[in-house]
Structure formats: C-alpha cells, structure tokens
C-alpha cells in the first residue's frame, strides 16, 4: 500500500493486520517521506516500509544513507530505500537542482548510498558527487555508525524510460514504477532483465514494483472520475514536454489530451483540467471497478512480471474510511485473483 502523512498511521496498521507486505511512503509537496516511516515504524510490528521514493535531488547521498539507517534500524530491519531522479522541473524548481545527466548522477548517487550502507568509510571521486569535497585534505573519510538491523536495505530505483529501466535492473534491486498498464509492464521488465544481464545476473529476488492508484465501486466510469484529480496533478507539473506522465500519456496514444491537461493546469482550472485526462488512460493504467474486475487486472499483472503490486489509496478522492474501505476490498481482490499465492 501506498501512503502519505494524511491517516498514515491508521492506514498503515489496518494494512498490516490485513496482510499487506510494505508500506510505501511517496515524497513530493504533500509530505516527505522519512517522517511518515518513521511514524508508521513505531506503530507497527511486521509490515515493511518504503521510500516511494525518496527523490535524489532533495539530499546529498550521505543524508539518504543515514536516513536509511536510522528507518531501518527504528524498523528492527524492515526498510527499503527507493530512489528516483524526480520529473526535471521539480528537481530545478524545487530542489534548485539542475537535471542534467541524471542516469550518471544517479549511479554515483547509489554507489555512496551503498558503500555508507556498508559501514566502510566514505571516499568517493566521481563526476558528479566527491566525498570528500576537499580532497585528501578534508582528513578521515567519515562512515555510518548507526547500529545495523539485520541485513543490508535493499535499493529500489523509480524509472520510467528505457535508459533509466536498464539502469535499474544493473544497480538496484527493485524498480518502481507508476501509471503502468500490464503490456508497459511487460516491455520494462524487458528492460529491466537487459541490465540485470550486463552484471551477469538474473529476474531472480529483483522486485518489480508498479504503484497503481485504485478506487473500488460498481461503476468504472465513477471510479476513474475519483482518481482525474490525481493524474491531473501530476500532469500538470512543468512543462509538458519534460513531464514524464504527459510523456507517458502520448505513447499510449493521448498526446493531445496530455497537452490540454498541462495547459489547463498552468491556467489555474483544476476541475477542467482533471476532466480532460482521459477515462481510458485511467483505466489503462490503474486499478478501478469492481472486486472481480480488479481482480483480473491483477493477474494480469502478475502474469506481467510484477512481483509486487503498490495499491496507491493516497490517489482517490476520499476520506480515511474511503480509504480503509479501498485497503480492504483491494485483498479481497488479491485473494480472488490467485496472483498472491
């Protein structure tokens, strides 16, 4: 299940005693997502947690290591980190990060990340990140000295384009995506699978992780009408021509109606906005109908390669009881489809 701070803690229970396996804590201008874990650490004894993702330009990898540290530790051994380079106009508008060359940052980005996790001492010359910054001259390399829990976090990367895919399945241990129909799953863990081969490794315990926004009722038509405002805004952010989900939107065969959402989002009409994503690029690429239906389209992802399914409750117009409701009925589905088991 996919969360943020907004009933975290009520969510994030109700899921573990319905035995949901992770957390997902997402990262953006709604909340971050260290501060949600470390809530849902405390409250809960089994269920693992996740950064969904944590984005890279928001901290020095140093920083991303020691929080991964400290949640897992909180956790007793429970965490996973997730990483993502974030959409282009957020990293420079919000962060003030230039996006330039983001597949290089990002394996240096995970090699510092790793090595901390390591607890060996941190020294590290690369293009983009250099640790120490001074050189030989800024004395003993310094290195995590929170006490380890269990074995090393595992490493997930968000990706969306193929370059981006093949980098994942060559450094990380999990991909996770969004907006993801079965057949894109399908595609990207082909992708996936061709990184992994040039380290001489297999789909073997690599984790494929699509985050799916889901809204359960008897109408489809209703179901996608909760979930607009949602994909709107994140359409919505910067230019459309950078937006990765706009981009995503033209390759499916939405390119004009990927635009006019970015124009009506820049203009300050949401509502419009929202009614102009279109209903079959929901339903596409999220989970929305009935039990049964949803139940299918589980199997179906399943069959794609997904080994995990993130159910993103935090994307429907509703109230925290809407979205127990969601948790609970999304299990349902899961036990009917026979992709769990």
Not at 99 to 125: C, H, K, Q, W
Not at 136 to 143: I, Q
């Given at each position: 299940?996919?969360?943020?701070?907004?009933?975290?803690?009520e969510?994030?229970?109700?899921?573990?005693r319905?035995?949901?396996?992770?957390?997902?804590?997402?990262?953006?201008?709604?909340?971050?997502?260290?501060?949600?874990?470390?809530?849902?650490?405390?409250?809960?004894?089994?269920?693992?947690?996740?950064?969904g993702?944590?984005?890279?330009p928001?901290?020095?990898?140093?920083?991303?290591?020691l929080?991964?540290?400290?949640?897992?530790?909180?956790?007793?051994?429970?965490?996973?980190?997730?990483?993502?380079?974030?959409?282009?106009?957020?990293?420079?508008?919000w962060y003030g990060?230039p996006f330039?060359?983001?597949?290089e940052?990002?394996?240096?980005?995970?090699?510092?990340?790793?090595?901390?996790l390591?607890?060996?001492?941190?020294?590290?010359?690369?293009e983009?990140?250099?640790?120490?910054?001074?050189?030989?001259?800024?004395?003993?390399?310094?290195?995590?000295?929170?006490?380890?829990?269990?074995?090393?976090?595992?490493?997930?990367l968000?990706?969306?384009?193929?370059?981006?895919?093949?980098l994942?399945?060559?450094?990380?241990?999990?991909?996770?995506?969004?907006?993801a129909?079965?057949?894109?799953?399908?595609?990207?863990?082909?992708?996936?699978?061709?990184?992994?081969?040039?380290?001489?490794?297999?789909m073997?315990?690599?984790?494929v992780?699509?985050?799916l926004?889901?809204s359960?009722?008897?109408?489809?038509?209703?179901?996608?009408?909760?979930?607009?405002?949602?994909?709107?805004?994140?359409?919505?952010?910067?230019?459309?021509?950078?937006?990765?989900?706009?981009?995503?939107?033209?390759?499916?065969?939405?390119?004009?109606?990927?635009?006019?959402?970015?124009?009506?989002?820049?203009?300050?009409?949401?509502?419009?906005a929202?009614?102009?994503?279109?209903?079959?690029f929901?339903?596409?690429?999220?989970?929305?109908?009935?039990?049964?239906?949803?139940?299918?389209?589980?199997a179906?992802?399943?069959?794609?390669?997904?080994?995990?399914?993130?159910?993103?409750?935090?994307?429907?117009?509703t109230?925290l009881?809407?979205?127990?409701?969601?948790?609970e009925?999304?299990?349902?589905?899961?036990e009917?489809?026979?992709?769990?088991?």
């Amino acid at each position: 299940m996919n969360l943020t701070y907004q009933g975290a803690s009520e969510l994030a229970v109700a899921a573990e005693r319905f035995g949901y396996d992770v957390a997902f804590a997402p990262e953006g201008y709604r909340s971050d997502a260290a501060s949600v874990l470390g809530m849902v650490a405390g409250r809960t004894d089994r269920i693992g947690l996740a950064s969904g993702v944590m984005q890279i330009p928001a901290r020095p990898p140093g920083l991303a290591a020691l929080t991964a540290a400290t949640l897992n530790s909180l956790s007793a051994g429970r965490f996973r980190l997730g990483l993502g380079v974030s959409n282009p106009d957020v990293s420079d508008g919000w962060y003030g990060v230039p996006f330039d060359r983001p597949l290089e940052r990002t394996r240096e980005y995970v090699e510092i990340v790793r090595m901390a996790l390591s607890g060996e001492p941190v020294v590290y010359a690369g293009e983009h990140y250099q640790l120490p910054s001074s050189g030989s001259a800024g004395g003993a390399p310094l290195h995590v000295i929170t006490e380890p829990a269990g074995a090393l976090v595992p490493v997930y990367l968000g990706a969306v384009g193929p370059r981006n895919l093949q980098l994942a399945g060559e450094i990380a241990d999990g991909w996770i995506g969004v907006f993801a129909a079965p057949e894109q799953v399908a595609e990207s863990v082909e992708r996936i699978a061709a990184g992994r081969a040039l380290r001489g490794s297999t789909m073997a315990g690599f984790e494929v992780i699509p985050c799916l926004a889901t809204s359960v009722g008897e109408s489809v038509e209703g179901c996608v009408d909760l979930l607009r405002a949602h994909y709107a805004h994140l359409m919505g952010i910067g230019d459309p021509a950078r937006n990765f989900y706009c981009k995503l939107a033209a390759r499916l065969g939405w390119p004009q109606d990927a635009q006019e959402v970015s124009l009506r989002v820049r203009a300050g009409d949401r509502a419009g906005a929202a009614a102009a994503v279109p209903t079959d690029f929901v339903d596409q690429t999220s989970l929305v109908g009935p039990v049964d239906r949803i139940a299918e389209r589980m199997a179906a992802y399943a069959e794609a390669g997904v080994t995990t399914l993130s159910i993103m409750i935090s994307a429907v117009a509703t109230d925290l009881t809407g979205r127990l409701a969601i948790l609970e009925q999304a299990m349902a589905a899961l036990e009917k489809s026979g992709a769990g088991s």
